[in-house]
C-alpha cells in the first residue's frame, strides 16, 4: 500500500460523503482509506459500515468517543501504507492528490511532503510570489525548512498539509496529545523538530471547511482556553530540547500558538477569563519568546494584552487591599 488516508469522524453526516468520495474516487489506486468513528450519535457510523462494505480499500473503525486526536492515534496503529496523510471528516482533497503528493515523495526520497491549501488556489494561480518558498520543488532538511517558513510568514500548523512516511513517524513517537484542542499545534512543531528530509511543492490539493455549523473551531469555551494553555505550556518545554541556533525559529511557532491562546481568551465570558488567567502563566511564557525577532505583528497586540492585564492586576489588588484596610480600621 503506498497512501494510507486517516479521517476521524464525528457527527459530519451532511459533510461525510464529500469527504470520503474524494478520497475513494483518486486517481491512485493503491491506498487505504482508514474512517475512525469517534462515538458520533448520528449516522456517520452507519455510513463508513457502508462505504468499507462496497470498497475494499476503506477500513472502517470504531471507538467510545475520545476526540480527533485519539481518532488519528488509532487511525495510524491501523495504517499500513508506506505514507501518511490525515484529512478532517468535514473537508476534501482533489483526485489527484495522493499521485502527485507520493510521486514528488518518491522522486526526491523525502520523508515528509507538503502542499497548499485549495482555498488559495485561484490566488497561487494568480500571484507567482504568493507563498513562494525559495526551496519550493527541492528537498530541504527540516530544520532549514521551518527556518524558511518562520522567516517568510507562512509556517503552517495544521497537520493535514504533511504527507508523512509512516516509518517517520512510528520512529520518531510522532502522535497527538489526547483529550486537548489545538493538539496540532504541538504535533506540527514536533514534526518539524525532527532530522528529516522534507520536500515543499506548489500544489493546492486541500480543501478546507472554515464554517461549518456546531464545528469546533467556531465554539468557544473555558477548555479550550486552558488546553490552548496546556499545549503552549508543553511546546515551551520542546524549546529546552532546540539547539541554540534553532531557538528563535521554534519560539516564534510558540509566539502563534500563544496568539492563539489570547484569541481564544478574548471570547471567553468575564468569569471564565478570570478562571484562564489564574491557571495560566501568560507573562511568563510570552517572556520566553518575545525576543525571537520575528512575528512582530503578532507580538504587538500580546504585548498590549500583557500590560492591560498588568494593570488591570495591579488595580485589583490594590482595590482589595484598599478594603481590607478599611474594615480593619472600622472594627478597630
Known amino acids: 500500500m503506498k497512501v494510507s488516508i486517516i479521517v476521524p469522524v464525528y457527527n459530519v453526516e451532511d459533510y461525510l460523503d464529500e469527504c470520503v468520495n474524494s478520497l475513494i474516487n483518486q486517481t491512485m489506486q493503491e491506498i487505504q482509506i482508514i474512517l475512525v468513528d469517534d462515538g458520533s450519535s448520528d449516522q456517520s457510523g452507519k455510513m463508513i459500515d457502508d462505504y468499507a462494505a462496497s470498497d475494499n480499500r476503506v477500513v472502517a473503525v470504531h471507538k467510545e468517543n475520545g476526540g480527533q486526536s485519539s481518532a488519528r492515534n488509532l487511525g ?112 506540527t512543531m514536533e514534526l518539524l523538530a525532527c532530522p528529516g528530509k522534507i520536500l515543499k511543492i506548489r500544489f493546492p490539493f486541500y480543501f478546507y471547511r472554515m464554517d461549518r455549523p456546531g464545528s469546533t473551531t467556531n465554539v468557544m469555551s473555558l477548555k479550550k482556553a486552558t488546553d490552548a494553555a496546556y499545549i503552549c505550556g508543553k511546546m515551551l518545554e520542546q524549546l529546552e530540547k532546540i539547539s541554540e541556533d534553532m531557538q528563535p525559529y521554534f519560539q516564534a511557532v510558540c509566539m502563534i500558538s500563544l496568539y492563539q491562546y489570547y484569541s481564544v481568551y478574548l471570547r471567553l465570558r468575564p468569569a471564565d477569563r478570570k478562571v484562564a488567567w489564574r491557571q495560566f502563566d501568560f507573562v511568563k511564557a510570552f517572556q520566553r519568546v518575545q525576543n525571537c525577532g520575528y512575528y512582530e505583528n503578532l507580538k504587538a497586540p500580546l504585548m498590549h494584552f500583557v500590560q492591560h492585564r498588568y494593570y488591570y492586576t495591579m488595580r485589583r489588588d490594590f482595590l482589595c487591599w484598599c478594603r481590607k484596610q478599611r474594615s480593619r480600621l472600622m472594627n478597630k
Not at 132 to 152: H, V
Open 76 to 187: 495510524l496503529k491501523h495504517a499500513s501504507g508506506e505514507y501518511v496523510l490525515y484529512v478532517d471528516s468535514d473537508d476534501y482533497i482533489i483526485p489527484e492528490t495522493c499521485q502527485v503528493l507520493y510521486t514528488n515523495a518518491q522522486e526526491q526520497d523525502a520523508d515528509i511532503i507538503h502542499g497548499d491549501m485549495l482555498n488559495e488556489a485561484e490566488t497561487l494561480k494568480k500571484n507567482s510570489s504568493f507563498r513562494r518558498m525559495q526551496s519550493d520543488g527541492r528537498i530541504t532538511k527540516t530544520e532549514s525548512f521551518l527556518k524558511e517558513k518562520i522567516k517568510t510568514g507562512t509556517y503552517d500548523i495544521v497537520p493535514w498539509l504533511y504527507m508523512v512516511k509512516r516509518e517517520f513517524l512510528i520512529n520518531n513517537q510522532l502522535f497527538f496529545a489526547e483529550g486537548y484542542y489545538y493538539e496540532d499545534q504541538l504535533y
